[in-house]
């Protein structure tokens, strides 16, 4: 699952994701049947809206060994929040789809972690790099340390502590526009942490957040770039991450 | 002399306010931060603390599958050992009881044993138009009573103050009330806590009818108790003639047994101390030792409402620790009073909805309080899963809107987004329309800057990455998944 | 009209209708392990002082002298009216509690008293007012509390205490002296209750 933020704003993580999983032996499929995990809707209180995306998904999905997705978030809106919307909907056939296709959700790190049983996927990235652990990935699917011994292990990266990393960003959805003053309040903070640890580049496993604390970075005219950890372990000599963003 | 959380704004327009606040933040920030380290370092030294939040979680679940049978067990044992036992529907009821007590004694001053239910009832408001002063003994609501503030925190409610702010109060008001600040007082805390001692003492002495609420009422013995650090509450609840208790519903625990593990799971949780300085509890009457007429008063003021909700009946599991409130990073920036409750932070954000119901616009906004990230189920010492009954509340608030004439433009968004994101040829209709002001605006530049209408509440702030020229989609069907990739 | 207590118990049955209730009491986790370097009396002591208390040690028949270097000289000493013997022959001029007053109790300097239970993980002493101890007030007015912890009366950890004490009677759980936290979190010790608690251990640790 590419996720819809990734598919429409941040397509370069889902071809990260492609070429890091094909060079470990995995094949993948993009079935064109998805869209949306359905965490907005779920997440800002639409249920009922958030069944057609729930149905959709178990649809592109069924039948596949794993559903691996760059997206501590939209995993854990699978593994977690599907069944809820399913069981609203009063469909028993969409209660049993749910039941098959959440427990076979990965975050990017767990499928490679716990599944491929990898840590050294091979990359290289020759830069300084600090990491935010997302709170969905961190709490929500106790990702814990697998994103940083994934990182650790990449060559020419240097890996550097962000100050209260584990803090929120922020970001919250629907709360970065409902609550947009507690949500600038809080991704200022962050930005100032990042801006602080001197690395070149913030990496996360949630383009959501990135894109809040990027745009915070931005505002501020700092020199750190965001990446999608899955460009950092995309990267080799061979095929260098294209660092812009 | 103490300000109301009536007609508070809803969160967003309250929490503006308080962000704008540099004094504020700052004190919370320095608050906040030191109450975290203590309560990592205690919960951190006991092995098996996974283990006493399931059980400290069962505990109160048990009582609250048969609280009914649990409170008419808490009501005869009570009774056995000489207590008077009340019920009240509401805060109106409830108060009108103590005030019914007070003047059968005609006392015209009670003193109050910090108590977050009688804060809920509004009891120093409805006691003071009865004719009755009511002393805050707690220092932090002292703070809070003299300065006619609000709290803003569940254990420490003058929080949001520092020594500066605090000394000042004390000066100004304390002669109005009694026994005057002296006036060398300086800010050190210890010289603080040091006036409020002299101060309250002769209030202390002289008072014959005591308020308290209780952290924890044991249903097969009828033991009341309360958890507290100053000796304010050993004073309220062992010096006067006449006590009062107003206990909500959700305190009952079965039995005496079954108390340890709340009690090694609160201190630790609350002050981030191994244990509180002192825990008081006493069963109905004890013959020549503390009050000889004891009335127990058992509330509910929206409990069963909150009992009725199969998701959020576990937030009744709350033993008002308010280690979510310390670890939020929402109520570390916006403090307590955008809340506009006594019950602020991550709990209050589903407590007050769940007590109160949906439909005001001030309570339907708390839920939406929250980024969701979580931290607060992580520190619950009663594994509450606030995010998820947060998650669930929303819905709540949806759902009543769902019959509305006009509809709000999120809803008719959502709605849109639901149509959407059932077929992914309507997706991909819309990602090529993305794709096309892609690539007008980054002929300009790969962000966008400040833009009017609704986006503004992100753009504001925050810039936004103008969208890429093909979405993954197209890349995936133009490359054959990749592989025909240059 | 119904009463508000039918009224509540009513609403509360409808709420659980989709509930089953449990049966089976919750059991506690056990408690912490004392600390094998330490041992049981010192990890107590240890702990108690951590609260900013002062804790001594002493054989039993040391204990009256423990007690008079515990007392200020000329200290105005309310004892309960079951103070063992032993203790009593520390204090020159004790005031027997005969139902003193809160304010005359404001006009004493200290208090001797025994306890109950002393639980060593938590520096927590539990008195359950029997007449070695007092009523409540005594043990609160009074702005230094000594308060004398025989050996065999510490247990490990809290649950170990639980089963120990009668809930019937009253209980007061004493750890450290008064204390708050109010202004900016910064822990104070002595508010209104005793602002120093001196605990004297009698005797060795039984070998368990």
């Not at chain 2, 020549?288 to 909700?309: C, F, I, S, W, Y």
């Not at chain 3, 370097?37 to 002493?58: K, P, S």
């Not at chain 3, 009668?166 to 005793?194: C, N, Q, Y």
Request: aromatic content about 4%; some cysteine; glycine content about 8%.
């Amino acid at each position: 699952m590419v996720t819809c933020v990734n598919d429409a704003m941040f397509p370069g993580t889902g071809q990260a994701v492609v070429r890091l999983l094909r060079r470990l032996g995995v094949e993948v499929d993009f079935p064109q049947a998805q869209t949306c995990c359905g965490q907005p809707m779920v997440n800002t209180g639409y249920l009922d809206e958030a069944v057609p995306a729930v149905r959709a998904f178990t649809r592109a999905f069924e039948g596949y060994d794993a559903i691996v997705t760059p997206s501590g978030s939209c995993a854990g809106s699978a593994r977690h929040q599907h069944q809820i919307v399913a069981k609203r909907s009063g469909d028993v056939g969409l209660v049993a789809a749910v039941a098959e296709t959440s427990p076979r959700t990965y975050e990017l790190t767990e499928f490679l972690v716990d599944v491929l049983g990898v840590t050294d996927v091979g990359a290289y990235f020759p830069h300084s790099v600090t990491y935010h652990p997302t709170c969905h990935s961190l709490r929500m699917l106790g990702v814990a340390d697998r994103p940083t011994r994934l990182l650790q292990a990449v060559r020419g990266l240097r890996l550097v502590d962000l100050p209260k990393a584990e803090e929120c960003c922020g970001f919250g959805g629907t709360f970065a526009l409902k609550n947009s003053d507690t949500s600038v309040a809080m991704g200022t903070d962050k930005a100032r942490h990042v801006r602080s640890t001197d690395a070149e580049v913030l990496v996360a496993g949630d383009n959501s957040c990135l894109m809040h604390i990027g745009g915070m970075l931005g505002r501020g005219r700092a020199g750190v770039r965001v990446m999608h950890l899955a460009e950092i372990l995309a990267a080799t000599e061979d095929q260098p991450a294209e660092v812009a963003r | 002399m103490t300000g109301t959380f009536v007609g508070m704004p809803a969160f967003p327009t309250a929490a503006r306010e308080a962000l704008a606040d540099t004094q504020l933040r700052h004190n919370l920030a320095h608050a906040t931060g030191v109450i975290r380290g203590k309560r990592a370092a205690v919960v951190g030294e006991v092995e098996n603390w996974e283990d006493l939040r399931l059980a400290g979680a069962a505990v109160k679940d048990r009582a609250l599958r048969d609280l009914d049978e649990q409170l008419v067990r808490l009501e005869e044992s009570l009774t056995a050992r000489g207590a008077v036992v009340h019920w009240a529907r509401d805060a109106e009821e409830a108060n009108r009881i103590v005030i019914d007590v007070a003047r059968a004694h005609a006392v015209d001053e009670v003193v109050k044993v910090k108590s977050m239910v009688t804060q809920e009832i509004g009891l120093n408001e409805a006691l003071e138009a009865a004719g009755v002063a009511a002393w805050e003994t707690d220092l932090a609501e002292l703070i809070v009573q003299l300065g006619g503030d609000l709290p803003s925190h569940i254990l420490v409610p003058a929080i949001h103050r520092n020594r500066a702010e605090i000394r000042e109060i004390f000066l100004r008001r304390m002669g109005e009330v009694g026994r005057p600040a002296p006036d060398d007082l300086t800010d050190e805390p210890a010289v603080l806590a040091g006036a409020a001692r002299e101060h309250l003492r002769e209030k202390f002495l002289r008072a014959r009818m005591a308020v308290s609420g209780a952290n924890f009422a044991i249903a097969d013995t009828g033991t009341l108790v309360v958890v507290e650090s100053e000796g304010n509450g050993r004073m309220c609840l062992t010096l006067p003639e006449v006590l009062v208790s107003i206990v909500g519903i959700e305190k009952v625990v079965p039995s005496w047994a079954e108390l340890d593990p709340l009690i090694r799971l609160l201190p630790r949780s609350s002050t981030g101390e191994r244990m509180n300085p002192y825990t008081s509890t006493w069963t109905g009457i004890s013959p020549g030792d503390g009050p000889q007429e004891v009335h127990v008063v058992l509330l509910d003021n929206g409990r069963t409402r909150a009992l009725a909700d199969d998701v959020g009946r576990q937030a009744l599991r709350c033993i008002r620790c308010s280690a979510c409130l310390n670890v939020c990073p929402v109520y570390e920036r916006t403090g307590g009073h955008a809340y506009g409750s006594v019950y602020p932070g991550p709990i209050g954000a589903i407590l007050n909805p769940l007590l109160k119901g949906t439909g005001d616009p001030q309570t339907d906004s708390l839920p939406y309080a929250s980024s969701l990230c979580g931290a607060c189920f992580e520190a619950c010492p009663v594994r509450i899963d606030i995010p998820e009954v947060l998650v669930h509340l929303r819905s709540k608030v949806v759902d009543s809107h769902r019959e509305d004439r006009i509809p709000k433009p999120e809803a008719i968004a959502f709605r849109g987004a639901a149509w959407a994101f059932a077929d992914e040829r309507r997706l991909g209709r819309l990602e090529k329309l993305s794709g096309v002001a892609g690539k007008v605006l980054r002929r300009r530049s790969p962000v966008v800057g400040r833009i009017p209408g609704p986006g503004a509440a992100w753009t504001d702030a925050r810039d936004l990455p103008a969208p890429p020229t093909e979405s993954f989609r197209e890349w995936w069907n133009r490359t054959d998944g990749g592989k025909a990739d240059g | 009209m119904a009463s508000a207590r039918d009224e509540i118990l009513g609403r509360i049955r409808t709420a659980l209708r989709d509930v089953e209730p449990d049966a089976e009491p919750v059991l506690s986790p056990p408690g912490a392990r004392v600390p094998e370097a330490l041992g049981l009396i010192d990890h107590f002591a240890e702990r108690v002082a951590d609260y900013r208390a002062t804790v001594v040690h002493c054989a039993p028949d040391g204990l009256a002298t423990a007690v008079a270097a515990a007392l200020p000289v000329g200290s105005r000493v309310v004892v309960p009216a079951g103070l063992p013997e032993a203790v009593l022959a520390g204090i020159t001029h004790p005031v027997r509690d005969d139902g003193l007053t809160a304010s005359e109790l404001d006009l004493v300097d200290a208090v001797v008293t025994c306890a109950r239970v002393g639980i060593a993980e938590t520096g927590t002493i539990v008195l359950d007012h029997e007449p070695d101890q007092g009523r409540r007030a005594i043990t609160l007015v009074p702005d230094l509390h000594v308060c004398v912890v025989r050996a065999d009366q510490v247990v490990p950890d809290v649950p170990d205490a639980f089963p120990l004490l009668d809930p019937v009677r009253p209980l007061t759980w004493i750890s450290g002296p008064s204390a708050t936290s109010d202004i900016e979190l910064d822990r104070v010790e002595g508010v209104h209750g005793p602002r120093h608690l001196y605990v004297i251990v009698v005797g060795s640790a039984p070998s368990r």
